[in-house]
């Protein structure tokens, strides 16, 4: 049954022994941040908690750009009357430089006073608009005083911490015959866990990410046929991973100083007794292969540094060290709900030029996530590294300056012994390209394709082949990303699970893979975001310095678990996260006024020159998230008359704040016009006019898109909708700049964050934000296969759907197929000069409406309900099975 209570577990969190923390050189504000201004004879002060011991104290000091500014810094024990133990005088301050207070030698852990004082000239330093920190206090004239003056502080050390990456180990004794086995078992770090020398598992970053200060997962594995009787081995390879390694460009340690281990192994017994055996101070640790590992830099493996048989029973451990016991574990321990992370498959490189003697560039032939297995021979001590990236520079090197601070750089220094095998273990590359360096003769590599092992539920082909590969291009992008977490993208410094990006693609996500567990899993870590206030964070899982989010991405609490009731009819997924959208709604209508939203946020992320209000973006977003409460309220018996009210308050104020007399909008905008029209905030008078100024402006714009991250998911709907399917097609199949045919003229394999990260003469956009791999645009599947295809829910879980393709432009056929909770839906069209054909299967114990497009002809039948005509189709009822359709 698994371990329904905390205390089920017996087992105490353990990890390497010997362990001393590297000292962290930084004590550091975060920016956004607003700056507090040092007055002449006066003094600010902050104080702060530290568990490890301190070289250095820093503060980031702006001198708001007066010249020969100078202040003093002063360390504290405990507070501005404690014992002084640093200080210092800075001189001719340089804006907005770090003034640096290095220690004679490290001060050990405990609570600590900064204080700024004797300014000449003017300067400050920088703090949060929020009371609600709990790193410390901020003091003014040695005073303690609350509300909008603390800093919050990041404790920066190492970048690419060694030894954080370690063997545990355990002998034990099966005295019995053993009926069943079963190892529960995670991790504050990564792990890779052994029994007798055989993987428990083939999961990949196991226990997965979640906010490690609320909630961690553990696994459940059925180990009965790995033991035997007699003396058996348990063995762990602990790693740094999101706990402990680097998150984003934040750094590491965002959660922890170091990896702990928690494991129980439960032996059931034939006679009925049973025997436990938990991690606790009797395990063994020690060094191994794995020098370092880090989630963003890579992975160094020295294969001299190998135990053989450390993972086997009656290994010598006399020289190991025992395992320091870890600390108690506030975080709640729970089963993982989402699929792991798994091998989807292997990919051979197509290509191998050597650009320098010993020097290989492997062309994967698509822009992909995971690690690769290499082999080859070579000297002991020998070096080989291999650096990841997703483009080439013109003259064939690898291109890795859009990657900003993460390394994605793997080492394998040789043993010697005959033909050699690496592949890393705790850490994954967004990559096409691998270059290898330091080989004696071409190594031998195969790329690992990992991703989150959702299945895969969609099949879609056109006649075009850009279409074909536009979709592939989706699909590789989600599996990429999909990694524990939604990220936004796998290759830089960054790979946080964005609200925003999910939102705009969740409706493209639930065709591709069935992504119920998944997107459970990570709506929970959204919900473990949310502050007293009500808003969601930034990101999901969140981290120190995540600021609340906006509109667009805030609102992914209310579109997502929408979007997933839509596809899979699970009441649950409602139910789990109405509180939480409740309280979202609450939070954006008491920070609104006159039920309008403030010009805040990202906007429309990533536009084309083509800006759009903030306010009016906002506003749209605040209504469509309390018509959607309303439908939700409904799908649960709950009263929807609140949300219904606010949502016709929200829609009469935009508009009165946003649309002109003559019908248009004060942002002339492509997405002001796409947000209006699939949000229901036009009155319908307004709504011709608006669709065909909409169509007009990608007329003036010769027939492009200007759209971002908030408008792209809405501007085909938007034009389909309203009678301009085919200014849509248009767009659609556009190959020029901007638009997702050029990505791929430019042969892009997945999503591009940006429409041009490869601009027209061939240079890269700009390197602090161009990822080749950003499924958020990716979100024109979701139109392709309710329109193409034509394949929609109409009640959830398409129990009952629709069926209703849209031929345009050089689109002539289709063929798809969409696996849903029922069974698999397909939908074969294709049209002929002389006739056309549509062949529908349905799932038993779902109906759907067949619209067949009759080209103002006839149309023939094979068993399904003729019901109705509409302009250009004619409409059928049909139960499950099999239908044909001939249009003449």
């Known amino acids: 049954m698994g371990l329904l209570t905390a205390t089920d577990w017996k087992a105490q969190w353990i990890g390497r022994g010997g362990v001393v923390p590297m000292p962290p050189n930084l004590i550091k504000s975060q920016l956004p941040a607003t700056p507090a201004q040092l007055k002449p004879g006066e003094s600010q002060g902050q104080s702060f908690t530290t568990d490890h011991s301190i070289a250095s104290v820093s503060a980031e000091v702006p001198t708001f750009k007066t010249r020969n500014t100078s202040f003093t810094l002063s360390l504290r024990k405990n507070g501005p009357d404690g014992e002084l133990v640093a200080k210092r005088r800075i001189e001719n301050h340089t804006d907005n430089e770090w003034a640096t207070l290095k220690l004679d030698s490290p001060l050990p852990p405990g609570k600590y006073y900064l204080e700024q004082s004797e300014v000449v000239g003017d300067a400050g330093w920088y703090t949060y608009p929020d009371s609600t920190y709990t790193f410390g206090e901020a003091y003014a004239n040695a005073m303690e005083i609350s509300g909008d003056r603390k800093t919050k502080w990041e404790i920066s050390g190492s970048r690419e911490p060694d030894g954080l990456t370690s063997q545990l180990r355990r002998d034990f004794d099966a005295s019995k015959k053993i009926k069943q086995a079963r190892l529960y078992i995670t991790a504050l770090g990564l792990y890779r866990a052994q029994i007798n020398g055989k993987t428990v598992s083939t999961d990949y970053f196991a226990p997965g990410w979640t906010d490690y200060r609320k909630r961690i997962q553990y696994q459940t594995y059925d180990v009965t046929k790995l033991i035997h009787a007699g003396r058996n081995a348990i063995a762990v390879d602990l790693g740094p991973g999101w706990y402990v390694g680097n998150v984003g460009s934040l750094g590491p340690n965002q959660y922890g100083q170091l990896p702990y281990l928690l494991a129980q192994l439960e032996?059931?017994?034939?006679?009925?007794?049973?025997?436990?055996?938990?991690?606790?101070?009797?395990?063994?640790?020690?060094?191994?292969?794995?020098?370092?590992?880090?989630?963003?830099?890579?992975?160094q493996y020295d294969a001299r540094l190998t135990t053989p048989r450390w993972n086997l029973p009656n290994y010598d451990d006399k020289n190991w060290k025992q395992v320091l016991v870890g600390p108690n574990v506030e975080a709640a321990l729970v089963a993982q709900v989402d699929p792991p992370i798994r091998v989807d498959h292997e990919i051979k490189p197509i290509k191998v030029t050597q650009i320098k003697p010993g020097t290989y560039i492997y062309d994967m032939g698509q822009n992909m996530v995971g690690v690769v297995r290499l082999r080859t021979r070579g000297k002991a001590g020998q070096v080989l590294t291999l650096r990841h990236g997703e483009v080439l520079n013109t003259d064939g090197t690898l291109y890795t300056e859009n990657l900003r601070t993460a390394k994605a750089t793997d080492q394998y220094i040789m043993s010697g012994q005959g033909m050699e095998k690496f592949e890393p273990t705790f850490t994954f590359h967004g990559f096409r390209y691998v270059?290898?360096?330091?080989?004696?003769?071409?190594?031998?590599?195969?790329?690992?394709v990992l991703r989150t092992a959702s299945p895969l539920t969609i099949s879609f082909d056109t006649n075009v082949p850009?279409?074909?590969?536009?979709?592939?291009?989706?699909?590789?992008?989600?599996?990429?990303?999909?990694?524990?977490?939604?990220?936004?993208?796998?290759?830089?410094?960054?790979?946080?699970?964005?609200?925003?990006?999910?939102?705009?693609?969740?409706?493209?996500?639930t065709y591709n893979m069935q992504t119920l567990s998944f997107?459970?899993?990570?709506?929970?870590?959204?919900?473990?975001?949310?502050?007293?206030?009500?808003?969601f964070a930034d990101v999901a899982p969140t981290l120190q310095g995540i600021k609340n989010a906006d509109a667009g991405w805030g609102d992914a609490g209310v579109s997502v678990p929408w979007t997933l009731y839509e596809r899979y009819g699970d009441l649950r997924i409602l139910e789990q996260n109405f509180s939480a959208m409740d309280s979202w709604l609450s939070y954006l209508e008491k920070t609104s006024t006159d039920y309008l939203r403030p010009s805040s946020g990202y906007g429309d992320w990533m536009n084309v020159d083509d800006e759009t209000s903030k306010d009016l973006i906002a506003t749209a977003f605040f209504?469509?998230?309390?018509?959607?409460?309303?439908?939700?309220?409904?799908?649960?018996?709950?009263?929807?008359?609140?949300?219904?009210?606010?949502?016709?308050?929200i829609q009469n104020a935009f508009n009165r704040a946003y649309v002109l007399p003559d019908g248009r909008l004060k942002s002339d905008t492509q997405t002001a016009y796409a947000l209006a029209l699939t949000m229901d905030l036009l009155p319908a008078a307004s709504r011709k006019p608006a669709a065909d100024r909409l169509a007009q402006l990608i007329k003036d714009k010769n027939w492009h898109l200007s759209t971002g991250f908030l408008g792209t998911p809405r501007l085909l709907p938007a034009l389909s909708e309203t009678g301009h399917a085919d200014v849509a097609y248009r767009l659609l199949l556009q190959n020029s700049y901007p638009s997702w045919g050029y990505q791929i003229s430019k042969g892009a394999t997945t999503m591009w964050e940006r429409w041009d990260g490869i601009r027209p003469d061939g240079s890269f956009q700009d390197k602090v934000m161009n990822s080749f791999n950003h499924y958020a645009y990716g979100s024109i599947g979701e139109w392709m296969y309710q329109n193409i295809a034509g394949i929609r829910p109409v009640e959830p879980g398409f129990r009952r759907f629709v069926v209703k393709p849209i031929p345009g432009g050089e689109v002539h056929s289709a063929n798809a197929r969409y696996r849903s909770g029922y069974g698999t839906i397909a939908v074969r069209w294709n049209e002929g000069s002389d006739q056309g054909e549509l062949f529908v299967s349905i799932p038993v114990n779902t109906s759907a409406e067949i619209w067949v497009p009759n080209r103002g002809g006839s149309v023939q039948s094979d068993g399904a309900n003729f019901v109705r005509t509409e302009p250009g189709y004619s409409v059928y009822e049909a139960g499950s099975g099999n239908y044909r359709f001939t249009i003449h």
Not at 435 to 448: D, N
Not at 482 to 497: H, I, K, Q
Not at 623 to 640: G, I, M, P, Q, Y
Request: charged content about 20%.
């Open 519 to 535: 997107l459970e899993k990570w709506l929970t870590d959204l919900r473990d975001t949310q502050s007293p206030t009500g808003a």
């Open 267 to 299: 032996l059931h017994y034939t006679d009925g007794s049973s025997e436990l055996i938990a991690t606790d101070d009797s395990w063994k640790s020690a060094l191994g292969p794995i020098v370092n590992s880090d989630l963003i830099m890579g992975e």
């Open 623 to 649: 209504a469509d998230s309390a018509h959607t409460l309303e439908k939700v309220a409904r799908a649960l018996n709950k009263d929807s008359g609140r949300y219904a009210d606010l949502f016709a308050n």
């Open 466 to 509: 850009m279409l074909n590969q536009l979709q592939q291009n989706i699909l590789w992008s989600q599996r990429g990303n999909f990694l524990s977490v939604p990220m936004d993208t796998p290759a830089r410094d960054e790979r946080l699970g964005w609200t925003g990006d999910l939102a705009a693609f969740a409706g493209t996500a």
């Open 435 to 448: 270059e290898v360096s330091g080989a004696t003769s071409q190594p031998e590599i195969v790329g690992r």
